[in-house]
């Protein structure tokens, strides 16, 4: 069964939770770059954006703080839910509300929580079966140098990537623009997250390039996200301005997607974009551009 073949057999038969798992789980199929979604980009209940990833095709899901405050008898059930659709859960967020909580990076008052909340998610990601967590640097402190600031996220990295790596877990950190989306934040561009992991220097610690936040912050994101790509675990995807579905914007999608393959990318690519239209359709088309692109 190919992938629309299988997409319409879902939207005809719109079967129930016990009758679908009755029938079994599909089987994926195998791909080079594996392809996800954030669910956050998502409307409806967990269940319902499980579904609209399974009808597009997708393979995997992306968590922020959907599974804060389940029990383990919903992990137990949700992580059954999932894989009846064939798919995986590849990402959660390290930090729940780091924009409200002392839990910054750049700041060493702020150690202790940073510390406590990897621990806390690399428990969560175990209970999952999720093989990473996603950092926040935090925001930038008002009369503190940059430097002094740098150099509190460096520690506080190395320390964090000593615990997952006992864990057998990946954190990966995510620069975000600070022009649109998140004034103030520290960590704006992805040369300055690629130092990091570089210095970090633990393969338990790797990079989340997020192609959109690049080039609202920056510019084309191409030749970065190229020369980055050995130390890169995740690729997220949204057009600018925006962020919305790819070609809708400023960005060659095609042919970022062409630069990283020919690089030899082997991770994930993960659709964050906010769909204008019907999101199945939309992450078809997405997905559609994604394959073609990494296959030419």
């Not at 004034?183 to 997250?193: D, I, N, R």
């Not at 936040?213 to 994101?221: I, N, T």
């Not at 690729?235 to 579905?245: E, F, L, Q, S």
Request: hydrophobic residues 45%.
């Amino acid at each position: 069964m190919n992938r629309r073949e299988f997409t319409c057999a879902l939207a005809s038969t719109a079967l129930p939770l016990s009758a679908h798992q009755a029938a079994g789980p599909p089987v994926p199929k195998k791909a080079k770059i594996t392809s996800s979604v954030m669910l956050w980009t998502l409307k409806g209940t967990f269940e319902q954006k499980v579904e609209i990833a399974a009808k597009a095709g997708l393979q995997s899901l992306e968590l922020v703080t959907e599974h804060v405050g389940w029990s383990d008898a919903d992990i137990a059930a949700r992580r059954k839910f999932v894989a009846s659709y064939g798919l995986a859960m590849d990402t959660i967020l390290g930090q729940p509300d780091w924009g409200k909580r002392p839990v910054s990076m750049v700041d060493p008052a702020h150690r202790a929580g940073f510390l406590k909340d990897v621990e806390s998610a690399l428990v969560w990601a175990k209970k999952l079966e999720i093989p990473q967590v996603i950092l926040m640097s935090g925001n930038e402190i008002a009369g503190r140098t940059r430097d002094a600031q740098y150099a509190s996220m460096l520690e506080g990295s190395k320390r964090a990537a000593d615990l997952a790596a006992k864990a057998g877990i990946r954190l990966i950190v995510e620069p975000l623009n600070a022009k649109v989306d998140h004034k103030g934040y520290y960590l704006a561009t992805c040369a300055e997250g690629l130092k990091l992991v570089k210095e970090v220097d633990n393969p338990h610690f790797r990079l989340l390039f997020d192609l959109y936040h690049e080039q609202v912050q920056v510019g084309d994101p191409t030749k970065l996200a190229v020369e980055a790509m050995p130390f890169v675990s995740v690729y997220h995807v949204a057009d600018a301005p925006g962020r919305n579905d790819p070609g809708t914007g400023q960005m060659n999608y095609s042919e970022i997607y062409k630069a990283i393959a020919k690089a030899g990318y082997s991770g994930i690519i993960c659709m964050e974009y906010v769909p204008k239209a019907a999101p199945v359709p939309s992450l078809i088309a997405a997905l559609d551009q994604m394959r073609t692109g990494v296959a030419g």
